[in-house]
């Protein structure tokens, strides 16, 4: 339009139809035409392995998830699993089985220069992240990237994302995730053994060529896991991904080591002590709690139970028995920090100016103990040690 009104002000006579013909006819709005060429594979040549967020209805409720897939590129046999995220874990986790449900392993994974897998460069210049290369090593493949911008390369995992949303997303609600992975995983089933126009076969019949052409799997293929070290809270749980899960009271303050792999969580405070829980996928601010780790009501710790540091401060000075009732209550550090402070003080300072320094505080209510420790210093002379010397010695 803004070419036409600069050749209608130069003096042209046309119109706006008759300059949008002419250039439509001599190519020079939009660029040349070029044949696309075709990829061909040999069996077990390369799996393509791609993701997608999808939205689904899991358990009554909107979400979006993350849908991965990986397609054999001979056969075009498809598998595909969903999660609420995909980090390193995860595509470990599902290229683990996928290369369980095809049974062997391709020659090489085609990737889409994503930053779960790649360490730096694109293209055939990729290098993967040492620990991808480690899981690759196992499986004997290597992980390579299309070129930038080349989407053809890696359509044939590209396509089947449509027909996943189409055909079995459309209409269908999970009760849970593995209902999700189950119920894909039955459906790829079905559609593996389904004529294809596109290919002119079944994918599971050319599967059964390919299938002898795939490297073998490793006889033992360790489960995928994530190591984490995490403090148990003053409750009594362990905070993994905004979820809680319970331990044993008796580990509250210490560091213990957290296993997570697919299903379960197990938490490790030393080789004979070992938690195990369900582990939950999505980050739902839950709180999971074992009957185990929490004892039945009226057999907990009861309120009146004495610390051991207190019983020990009553039995050196039960004179001041009254002070450490009153030094409980008004007391601003942890009851358990207090009464170690206290007994400290009992069994360092001569007895008499500690008894004498307690009685004043208790007088005008002073419960800091640093200032306790002070008005008995300020009354310890020069018998601070209590040596007992022998008269015989020189």
Request: overall charge positive; hydrophobic content about 40%; charged content about 20%.
């Given at each position: 339009m803004r070419v036409h009104e600069e050749l209608t002000a130069s003096g042209a006579v046309?119109?706006?139809?008759?300059?949008?013909?002419?250039?439509?006819r001599h190519g020079l709005t939009e660029p040349p035409q070029q044949a696309v060429g075709q990829y061909d594979f040999l069996p077990g040549q390369e799996l393509q392995h791609d993701t997608s967020p999808h939205e689904l209805e899991l358990a009554g409720k909107k979400c979006k998830v993350q849908t991965a897939s990986a397609v054999l590129c001979y056969s075009r046999m498809l598998f595909f699993q969903c999660y609420a995220t995909f980090q390193r874990f995860d595509c470990k986790v599902f290229l683990t089985e996928a290369?369980?449900?095809?049974?062997?392993?391709?020659?090489?994974?085609?990737?889409?220069?994503?930053?779960?897998v790649v360490l730096r460069g694109t293209g055939r210049e990729m290098v993967p992240v040492p620990e991808m290369a480690a899981f690759a090593e196992r499986f004997n493949f290597r992980f390579v990237a299309h070129e930038r911008g080349d989407v053809n390369r890696s359509a044939r995992v590209e396509r089947p994302f449509w027909f996943i949303e189409n055909n079995f997303l459309a209409g269908r609600t999970f009760s849970s995730w593995p209902d999700l992975n189950e119920q894909a995983r039955q459906w790829c089933d079905r559609v593996n053994s389904t004529y294809k126009k596109h290919i002119r076969a079944v994918p599971r019949e050319l599967f059964a060529l390919e299938q002898r052409h795939l490297k073998p799997l490793p006889v033992w293929i360790p489960e995928v896991y994530r190591l984490q070290q995490r403090t148990v809270d003053v409750?009594?749980?362990?905070?993994?991904?905004?979820?809680?899960?319970?331990?044993?009271?008796?580990?509250?303050?210490?560091?213990?080591?957290?296993?997570e792999?697919?299903?379960?969580?197990?938490?490790?405070l030393d080789a004979r002590n070992i938690v195990t829980h369900e582990r939950i996928p999505d980050q739902q601010h839950q709180r999971i709690t074992l009957v185990a780790h929490r004892p039945p009501r009226g057999q907990g710790l009861k309120r009146s139970d004495a610390h051991p540091e207190e019983q020990a401060v009553l039995q050196a000075a039960p004179e001041i028995a009254d002070y450490l009732a009153a030094l409980k209550q008004h007391s601003r550090k942890l009851v358990v920090l207090t009464l170690r402070q206290l007994l400290r003080l009992v069994r360092e300072y001569p007895r008499e100016?500690?008894?004498?320094?307690?009685?004043?505080?208790?007088?005008?209510?002073?419960?800091d103990l640093d200032r306790l420790e002070r008005m008995i210093l300020h009354r310890v002379q020069r018998d601070f040690f209590r040596l007992d010397e022998d008269p015989g010695d020189d």
């Open positions: 046309l119109s706006y139809q008759a300059l949008t013909a002419f250039c439509r290369l369980r449900y095809f049974g062997g392993s391709p020659e090489r994974v085609m990737i889409d220069n994503t930053h779960v409750e009594g749980y362990v905070a993994l991904h905004s979820n809680r899960y319970s331990v044993p009271v008796a580990w509250i303050g210490r560091q213990v080591e957290v296993r792999t697919k299903d379960r969580i197990e938490m490790q100016p500690f008894l004498a320094a307690v009685r004043e505080a208790f007088r005008y209510g002073l419960y």
